[in-house]
């Protein structure tokens, strides 16, 4: 079982839509996750931390549900220039390494 | 300010040639990561440093593989003898301070051997 695993889609949404994306991690010892941004062919970056409480970051939302090791990323109102792969990841338990998921595919179109 | 910059942007190997591969973070960060990334996975953890000190290097997938950071600054992934399956985007990444800080990546170096 990969350490952290994400739906890959790709999931195609028009514009103005709400589109959730799901990852689930392996070890319950991790203490630090984040969901990073990945256009094409370009490097990644970070789109948000994700804390316990949950937290917001204008048409972004991200939740975490410890007991269940599972992260989520909510997207409000989808603009074309959110069009990216998005990267679930994890700081592993010794915390030297993030470890990322395979990415799930947004396309947004128009 | 200037991010992390790598070089080269594009190698293409013969099987079996080494190559070097060069990071330059932001100026001042103290952590240094590269990672590898084949073509639709994530990025994959390779080794970690702390200024000059390597942490952790558990994610090298052979002794093929070295790297090092002797002055705390600009860092060089070394691959000898290499694979075809060494083919994909090597991706370097600083932090301020520890891995738990944001980690601002470079544009990466895409190796192709043939």
């Known amino acids: 079982r990969k350490e952290v695993e994400q739906d890959p889609g790709p999931f195609n949404v028009p514009e103005g839509a709400t589109v959730a994306f799901n990852c689930t991690y392996s070890n319950s010892a991790s203490q630090s996750f984040f969901w990073y941004r990945q256009d094409c062919r370009k490097e990644p970056k970070l789109l948000m931390s994700v804390y316990s409480s949950g937290n917001e970051d204008g048409r972004f939302t991200a939740q975490l549900n410890r007991a269940s090791q599972y992260i989520s990323l909510l997207i409000r109102d989808s603009k074309l220039s959110d069009s990216a792969t998005y990267l679930c990841?994890?700081?592993?338990?010794?915390?030297?390494?993030?470890?990322f998921g395979k990415g799930t595919t947004l396309s947004v179109s128009s | 300010g200037a991010g992390v910059s790598q070089s080269p942007r594009y190698k293409v190997a013969k099987r079996g040639q080494d190559v070097a591969l060069r990071c330059d973070p932001i100026s001042g960060h103290v952590s240094l990561f590269w990672y590898q990334q084949a073509l639709g996975q994530g990025p994959e953890f390779l080794t970690y440093?702390?200024?000059?000190?390597?942490?952790?290097k558990s994610g090298l997938p052979s002794d093929r593989f070295f790297a090092e950071r002797p002055e705390g600054s600009v860092s060089t992934l070394k691959i000898q003898r290499t694979q075809q399956e060494d083919s994909a985007v090597y991706l370097c990444?600083?932090?301020?301070?520890?891995?738990?800080?944001?980690?601002?990546f470079g544009p990466g170096t895409r190796l192709t051997v043939t």
């Open positions: 990444a600083s932090s301020p301070l520890g891995p738990r800080d944001e980690q601002y």
């Open positions: 990841v994890v700081l592993n338990q010794a915390g030297t390494a993030l470890i």
């Open positions: 440093f702390q200024n000059e000190a390597q942490l952790d």
